[in-house]
């Protein structure tokens, strides 16, 4: 296949403790930071100049900064980079190093030079619902997103959590793992979502005692009910 007719991989990347570089320190800068700070990244600023809310960062200890513009050698050691600066000169500098270097690279609205993608994706907890355009219209990518998050309210983080836990009960069982594919296959049913948005907890718990049996711990349903109640108090 021709290197300018290919479809991305989509993979989920866990940076947490990765060393991170982004060079810019304006808004778009900015956003990039605080995606990758929430995702548990060590993140490194190179720009001559910060935005307050990198300013405030920096201060906090949550980034280091390089205070000038970028220069070859600057990509030794990251494990990804996302260049937010809009000269074409140094975003070529910067596309050839990264491909010198093989190291993950974004560069912010130009899709030409990155060999990743950042999608447009709704977050509720653990769950994460990402929408690519392959970088050609990152607008219907948001118009999508915004979708997502109507359709999907946070039970379904709560209900990720609580199938989560399940997992590790299951999984402690022994089974072989064609059985523990079906039981896995027969919790996740879809109407379990709407249990939870309705306060249906004890449909839900007795759902889960139909499938892993009538001693099996509900301890994660309470937490769970807890930490939904709370969400509800703190959005109205």
């Not at 990244?41 to 906090?60: G, N, Q």
């Not at 690279?105 to 999608?119: E, Q, Y």
């Not at 309705?198 to 309470?222: F, T, Y």
Request: aromatic letters at 6%.
């Amino acid at each position: 296949m021709p290197a300018d007719n290919f479809q991305y991989f989509p993979v989920c990347l866990k940076i947490a403790g990765r060393q991170c570089l982004v060079i810019g320190g304006g808004r778009v800068g900015e956003r990039k930071v605080q995606g990758l700070l929430a995702h548990g990244a060590k993140v490194k600023v190179i720009s001559p100049e910060l935005s307050e809310v990198l300013s405030v960062l920096l201060r906090d200890g949550a980034i280091a900064w390089q205070d000038r513009f970028y220069q070859e050698g600057d990509l030794a050691g990251a494990f990804l980079v996302i260049a937010a600066t809009d000269d074409p000169e140094v975003q070529e500098r910067i596309h050839t190093e990264a491909e010198e270097r093989n190291i993950l690279l974004n560069v912010a609205d130009v899709p030409k030079w990155c060999n990743f993608i950042l999608p447009a994706t709704a977050r509720r907890g653990d769950l994460a619902i990402s929408v690519s355009t392959a970088g050609k219209s990152p607008a219907l990518a948001s118009i999508l997103r915004q979708g997502l998050e109507v359709k999907f309210g946070q039970e379904y983080g709560v209900l990720v959590d609580i199938l989560g836990s399940l997992r590790d009960t299951v999984l402690a069982g022994g089974r072989p793992h064609a059985e523990n594919k079906l039981i896995f296959a027969r919790l996740a049913d879809p109407e379990m979502a709407e249990w939870i948005k309705k306060g249906l907890w004890n449909k839900l718990a007795n759902h889960i005692q139909e499938v892993l049996g009538p001693d099996v711990s509900l301890a994660c349903l309470e937490t769970a009910r807890q930490e939904y109640q709370q969400f509800l108090g703190a959005t109205r």
